[in-house]
Every structure is written in structure tokens, then in C-alpha cells.
């Protein structure tokens, strides 16, 4: 029982109680003042968001324990998740062995749909990588990298997800980057707009994790259907060992400055977490203060947790993550 609910009932129960103390009179007056409680205490059960979670938070699971990727749907359910964010490097080791053939996209469609089904989950995204630099100054892989994607952009239509999750690897030259990023994502944007899939991208590694200069890329693609998924995390712009995700971080961009300045192009939240203190917050990032700007912006759609810590075992992780959005939202001013 979530706490907010027990008070509720507690504050029920004691309205019932005090009925064989005080006069009628005062009865209705109690119950009165005690339903008003509880009317307002409700109001903090359900947060402004939906939740939903990223299988990037199963991933060690899949790849180091053999866990069906395709038990997605059923685990995310038995964690208290009602939105599904597919990653599709996750499949690869299936898709690969026919080069990503339309039996085999069909297939994967087919397999998640089933289960997304059989237990009552909404798919909302995928996650693409490994499918070509849309941001690379080369214009003949650039478009290669664009075809790469058509294939997702045809599985999210086809499982009903709002969009596909892509990256802008690419030129570390800002002027070059922005142009390319936009030329890439105009082109992609455009195939899937007939599909009603929208096209966002992440602050996922190298410019594209400085959010000033991905908000100006948004701002001159300026295609409904292109937006961003602002992580809590992922601001790291340069790493010492020259790598885009996984190296110490030389140069960091501030995280909240960083997801106020990419809401206003969200169609996606993705909460990340690392690892938490004793009373269960994030020890890198201030969740309050992350849903407050999340909030202010009149966001109501769905964010993922995406447990990304090595203290925690995976599915603790995620709990933790999902508890920790629970109440931070209950808590905001």
C-alpha cells in the first residue's frame, strides 16, 4: 500500500471512530473536515507523468545473464511500469544474422506487439543505435545512415510507439555538426512524418549532450514530428579518452540548465540514475528539482526510468529509480 493511500485510510478510519464520541452534529462536521483531507491527499497519489521503462536498465540481464529481451513486457508490468521503451541493440544478435531482413523486422514486431499485448503495456519508443552517424560530414553515409533508420521508423508505426530515439555522433567542428545534424534529421524526419513517428534525439555523448547548440539544431530543423528525449544524465560533452560514452568526463555541461533548455522540444523524458544514499536519492542528480523544471514545462507524457548504476543489482535499481520519481513528485511544491 503506497503511503499516501495508508493515510488516507487511516484518516477514514479515525473520522469512523470519532463518530462514537461526538454528536451528530459534530459527526458531520469530522467527516466533513476528514473527506476534505483525504480528497486532497489523493490528489498526491498520481504523479503528472506516466512511467514507463527504459530495457536499457535490463541490460546487463540480457547480455550477461540470457534474459529474453522479449520478456520486456512482462517483467516491466511485475516492476509497476505501464510504457515500454524498447532498445533495439538489444535484438541485434537475432537481427544481425539476416541483416535486419523484413522477415525478421516483421518478426521482432510481431514478438513485441504479442507481449506488449498479453500484458497491457503501451509501447512508446525505441531506442536506435548502431544504425550509421546521422551527423557525419560525409553526405553519402550520412544518407546511408538515414535509410539505416527507415526500417525503425516502420517497426515504431507498426507497435504504435510515438518515436524513434536517435544519436548525432558526428563532427566535433559545432558549425559542421549543426549543419549536418540538420540535414540528417530534415531527411529522416520527412520519411517518417507520413507515419506519425516522431524523430528525437538524446543528449547522448559530444555536441549533441550541449544542449544549447541541440536546442539550435531543433530550432532550424523546426519539423513537428523532430523533438528531444532530455536525459537526467548524459551531459557529459568531452572525455579524456576521447570516447563518446564511456571514459572519465573531461567536460561536463550543467544538467538542469541542460534539460530546461531541451524541454521545450520533449517528447520524452528519460530519468536517469546511478546510485543512491541511505534515504534513496540519487547522489548525482536532484530529482525534486529535475521534475520541478520537468513540470514547469507542462510536460505530462511518460519518462523512463533508465537505471544506469553498478552498486545496485538491475531490477533494485530500477525500484529505486521508480521510487524515487514516486516521490519526488508527490513532494514538489
Known amino acids: 500500500m503506497k503511503r499516501s493511500t495508508l493515510k488516507i485510510a487511516i484518516l477514514t478510519g479515525l473520522a469512523i471512530f470519532l463518530t462514537g464520541i461526538y454528536s451528530c452534529k459534530d459527526t458531520k462536521k469530522v467527516e466533513t473536515e476528514a473527506t476534505e483531507m483525504s480528497s486532497e491527499m489523493e490528489k498526491d497519489v498520481e504523479p ?8 536499457w536498465s535490463m541490460h546487463k540481464m540480457v547480455f550477461d ?3 529474453d529481451p522479449y520478456t520486456f513486457a512482462e517483467k516491466a508490468k511485475g516492476w509497476g511500469f505501464t510504457g515500454l521503451e524498447y532498445v533495439s541493440g538489444l535484438y541485434y544478435k537475432e537481427l544481425e544474422k539476416s541483416n535486419f531482413s523484413k522477415e525478421a523486422m516483421a518478426a521482432f514486431v510481431e514478438k513485441c506487439n504479442a507481449e506488449s499485448t498479453k500484458h497491457g503495456m503501451k509501447n512508446v519508443l525505441i531506442m536506435i543505435d548502431g544504425q550509421g552517424d546521422l551527423a557525419t560530414t560525409d553526405a553519402k553515409e550520412r544518407k546511408k545512415a538515414v535509410e539505416n533508420h527507415y526500417k525503425w521508423v516502420d517497426a515504431a508505426a507498426a507497435m504504435g510507439c510515438h518515436s524513434i530515439r536517435v544519436n548525432l555522433a558526428g563532427s566535433q567542428n559545432p558549425e559542421e555538426w549543426h549543419s549536418n545534424s540538420v540535414d540528417g534529421l530534415k531527411q529522416l524526419a520527412t520519411y517518417a ?35 528531444t528525449l532530455p536525459d537526467f544524465g548524459n551531459f557529459c560533452i568531452k572525455r579524456k579518452d576521447g570516447s563518446y560514452y564511456n571514459g572519465e568526463c573531461e567536460e561536463e555541461y550543467d544538467m538542469y540548465q541542460g534539460v530546461m533548455e531541451l524541454m521545450p522540444y520533449a517528447k520524452g523524458v528519460s530519468a536517469k540514475s546511478y546510485n543512491f544514499d541511505e534515504e534513496g536519492n540519487e547522489t548525482k542528480i536532484d530529482y525534486s528539482k529535475m521534475l520541478k523544471i520537468v513540470k514547469n ?7 523512463g526510468v533508465e537505471y544506469e548504476g553498478n552498486e545496485l543489482g538491475e531490477e533494485a535499481g530500477i525500484l529505486a529509480t521508480k521510487e524515487l520519481l514516486l516521490n519526488a513528485s508527490n513532494n514538489l511544491e
Open 297 to 303: 514545462s507542462g510536460y505530462t507524457g511518460f519518462i
Open 48 to 55: 503528472f507523468f506516466q512511467l514507463s521503462l527504459a530495457q
Open 193 to 227: 512524418k507520413d507515419k506519425n513517428v516522431n524523430i528525437i534525439v538524446e543528449n547522448h555523448g559530444g555536441l549533441s549532450s550541449n544542449a544549447a547548440k541541440l536546442a539550435e539544431v531543433m530550432k532550424a530543423v523546426n519539423m513537428e514530428n523532430c523533438g
Open 65 to 67: 545473464e540470457g534474459v
